[in-house]
């Protein structure tokens, strides 16, 4: 059991996106708030081939990107297939806010963010992704390597002092993707759920098993039949194990919280961890996994 606030996020870009929730929560922030301000810090990072403008584009050489948010009374928004959009977790917390929908995708949701007053950046990789995009195209071949080439989504889970809840989930999806492709980081209950009665729970790796088992949702509920964050990861892992082929070229990596400050994760297979923040220290745990 940890105390609060406590802010989890996935993989090693989780520590410094923690740094970044704690900071915002020190200074005055809602949970809301951190769990934003967290991962646009990530959005940002040039390195992260996986999140961001600077991420993998898909088969044609174009970077979309896909993002939620969603708070412990069941506020939530998102975005999907979105180009030229530097911090699409902003513009999920402004779908959620300023619109009575939760979800616009693709150009809709570009034009949504033009009338918000977000920038447009100019279409062009990065490049990293530019030189990892003309690599790929010397054969086209569509095998998405585990834990390597898509490593990187950032999905962020918090509590703040008194208990309230927040997640926040952003990603350019799977390299070399179709397009249009959407993942299960900007579905809710898939990428992401959050309950103040319960928990929360976020996910990472290959979006299509995530989705088919509605995995975050999955988490959130096992925790509230009475299961721990950790065993209900173990067992969301289960079912997208046994609904998914071909497992041993899949990897899914889940992450809770119960309300009680309780900790868990599990992932299919080894190589994902995870970061986890209080107010006294900020850590990388590795998570276990089935095989
Ligand atoms: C997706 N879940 O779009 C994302 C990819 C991911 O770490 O998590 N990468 O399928």
Same mark, same amino acid.
């Given at each position: @059991?940890?105390?609060?606030? /406590?802010?989890?996020?996935?993989?090693?870009?989780?520590?410094?996106?923690?740094?970044?929730?704690?900071?915002?929560?020190?200074?005055?922030?809602?949970?809301?708030?951190?769990?934003?301000?967290? !991962?646009?810090?990530?959005?940002?990072?040039?390195?992260?081939?996986? !999140?961001?403008?600077? #991420?993998?584009?898909?088969?044609? #050489?174009? =970077?979309?990107?896909?993002?939620?948010?969603?708070?412990?009374? #069941?506020?939530?928004?998102?975005?999907? %297939?979105?180009? *030229? +959009?530097?911090?699409?977790?902003?513009?999920?917390?402004?779908?959620?806010? &300023?619109?009575?929908?939760?979800?616009?995708?693709?150009?809709?949701?570009?034009?949504?963010?033009?009338?918000?007053? %977000?920038?447009?950046?100019?279409?062009?990789?990065?490049?990293?992704?530019?030189?990892?995009?003309?690599?790929?195209?010397?054969?086209?071949?569509?095998?998405?390597? +585990?834990?390597?080439?898509?490593?990187? =989504?950032? #999905?962020? @889970?918090?509590?703040?002092?008194?208990?309230?809840?927040?997640?926040?989930?952003? =990603?350019?999806? /799977?390299?070399?993707?179709?397009?249009?492709?959407?993942?299960?980081?900007?579905?809710?209950?898939?990428?992401?759920?959050?309950?103040?009665?319960?928990?929360?729970?976020?996910? =990472?790796?290959?979006?299509?098993?995530?989705?088919?088992?509605?995995?975050?949702?999955?988490?959130?509920?096992?925790? $509230?039949?009475?299961?721990?964050? $950790?065993?209900?990861?173990?067992?969301?892992?289960? $079912? /997208?194990?046994?609904?998914? &082929?071909?497992?041993?070229?899949? *990897?899914?990596?889940?992450?809770?919280?119960? &309300?009680?400050?309780? !900790?868990?994760?599990?992932?299919?297979?080894?190589? %994902?961890?995870?970061? *986890?923040?209080?107010?006294?220290?900020?850590?990388? @745990?590795?998570?276990?996994?089935?095989?």
């Amino acid at each position: @059991i940890n105390s609060k606030p /406590l802010i989890l996020s996935t993989w090693n870009h989780g520590l410094p996106a923690n740094d970044a929730a704690i900071q915002r929560l020190k200074s005055g922030g809602s949970i809301i708030d951190a769990v934003e301000a967290g !991962v646009k810090d990530t959005e940002l990072d040039m390195d992260n081939l996986s !999140v961001g403008l600077q #991420g993998l584009p898909d088969r044609e #050489g174009i =970077t979309t990107l896909d993002a939620s948010i969603m708070t412990g009374d #069941g506020s939530c928004g998102s975005v999907a %297939f979105v180009r *030229q +959009i530097k911090h699409p977790i902003s513009l999920a917390r402004a779908v959620m806010e &300023k619109t009575p929908h939760v979800m616009l995708a693709g150009e809709g949701a570009r034009q949504f963010a033009i009338s918000e007053g %977000f920038p447009l950046e100019k279409e062009e990789l990065s490049p990293k992704a530019a030189e990892a995009y003309q690599e790929w195209k010397k054969t086209s071949q569509y095998k998405p390597i +585990i834990n390597i080439e898509n490593h990187d =989504t950032i #999905g962020m @889970i918090g509590m703040d002092a008194n208990g309230n809840l927040a997640g926040s989930c952003t =990603t350019s999806g /799977l390299a070399y993707k179709m397009h249009g492709r959407v993942g299960d980081s900007p579905i809710i209950g898939a990428g992401l759920f959050v309950d103040n009665e319960v928990g929360a729970a976020t996910a =990472t790796g290959l979006g299509e098993s995530i989705i088919r088992i509605c995995g975050a949702f999955l988490i959130v509920e096992l925790m $509230r039949q009475g299961r721990s964050p $950790r065993e209900a990861c173990e067992e969301a892992v289960r $079912r /997208l194990i046994s609904k998914n &082929k071909n497992i041993k070229d899949i *990897q899914a990596g889940f992450l809770a919280m119960n &309300k009680d400050g309780e !900790v868990g994760a599990f992932a299919v297979h080894p190589g %994902f961890n995870y970061a *986890q923040a209080t107010l006294q220290e900020n850590v990388l @745990i590795d998570s276990k996994s089935h095989f």
